[in-house]
């Protein structure tokens, strides 16, 4: 289970029967803290690999962009592979059975340079005046 930002657009690609595969990068920050003796051990950000397949392919291919934040769930597999050099190399991929967007929908504002910047807003509260007597607004 890894909860991370996505590093750059997935790369989405269709192989045999036009099934879907997704390939995207997830950073996962673990946050710095301070040692009791006042030492500052800084934030330490991780890379991980991850495919999707089929449907969940194509909602990433859809809806999922540098920066989203996502909820995966899935195993880990290993492949190796030669290189140009003749020097073996290991991949560790995590192949998701499982995917939550964490970013919230939100509108979207242009600004001056041209970037979208998403604007949430606060859910508004009624503010309801307490009832003075109880026993009047029973129905019975």
Known sequence: ????????????????????VA????ATTER????????????????????LWRRLAEIVE??????DKLYIEGRLRYTTHDDKR???????EIWAENMEMLTPKASQTSQPNGN?????????VQNVAPMENKDDALPF
Not at 32 to 51: E, M
Not at 62 to 67: E, I
Not at 116 to 124: D, F, M
Request: hydrophobic fraction near 30%; charge should be positive.
């Open 23 to 26: 390939r995207l990068s997830l």
């Open 62 to 67: 859809k809806y999922v962009h540098k920066g």
């Open 116 to 124: 979208a910047v998403q604007t949430l807003q606060e859910p508004k």
């Open 32 to 51: 710095g803290y301070t040692l009791s003796n006042g030492t500052q051990v800084p934030d330490r950000t991780d890379w991980h690999r991850v495919v």
């Open 86 to 92: 003749g020097i073996r190399q290991t991949v560790t």
């Open 1 to 20: 289970m890894l909860i991370g930002n996505v590093g750059k657009d997935p790369e989405v690609q269709y192989v045999d029967h036009g099934v879907a």
